[in-house]
């Protein structure tokens, strides 16, 4: 009898010990970077700006790893008097423009998109002096307006660029 006691007893503990326990897989969001540079698409291609002193060219491309890179580069007289290196990423839901200045400045500024500020879009260092802020609009089909703004010596100033699309 004492067998059988104890033969129900184990039967009943492996049967109280094999309740399911049901995995529950925690999903964290991902953003689609597809769907986060699709509003940016206006930018890819070839763009000219030119003034009474000055050539600038832009050129934006989307990259393997979905982000958009860019370079910009000014010239007067064939002689370049200004480079520089751009990437649009997102990192952790967050859009940011990093921005590294060939020659002038050996310190990348990475740009934070403003909240809600979609058009135009605006990204902002604060504590960058100047720019603190860069902003693209795309006010015709083939054409930019960008410009940036902060601040020199405590001063406000702004510089505008207008770009028009290089046709193939």
């Not at 200045?101 to 260092?125: C, I, S, W």
Request: charged fraction near 25%; glycine fraction near 4%.
């Amino acid at each position: 009898m004492r067998k059988l006691l104890a033969f129900s007893l184990l039967a009943l503990l492996i049967i109280s010990c094999k309740n399911e326990v049901k995995e529950t897989k925690i999903e964290t969001p991902v953003a689609n970077t597809e769907t986060i540079f699709e509003d940016f698409e206006w930018l890819l291609g070839d763009w000219i700006n030119i003034n009474t002193e000055t050539k600038s060219f832009e050129h934006w491309e989307k990259s393997n790893d979905g982000s958009l890179v860019a370079y910009s580069i000014t010239l007067r007289d064939q002689d370049t008097v200004f480079h520089e290196q751009m990437k649009m990423y997102e990192e952790n839901g967050i859009l940011n423009l990093y921005v590294e200045t060939v020659g002038d400045n050996p310190n990348p500024v990475v740009f934070t998109q403003k909240e809600g500020a979609t058009h135009p879009f605006t990204f902002e260092n604060p504590r960058n002096e100047f720019p603190s802020q860069i902003v693209y609009t795309n006010p015709e089909k083939k054409k930019i307006h960008a410009w940036v703004a902060g601040f020199i010596d405590s001063v406000p100033q702004k510089q505008d660029f207008y770009f028009v699309r290089v046709e193939e």
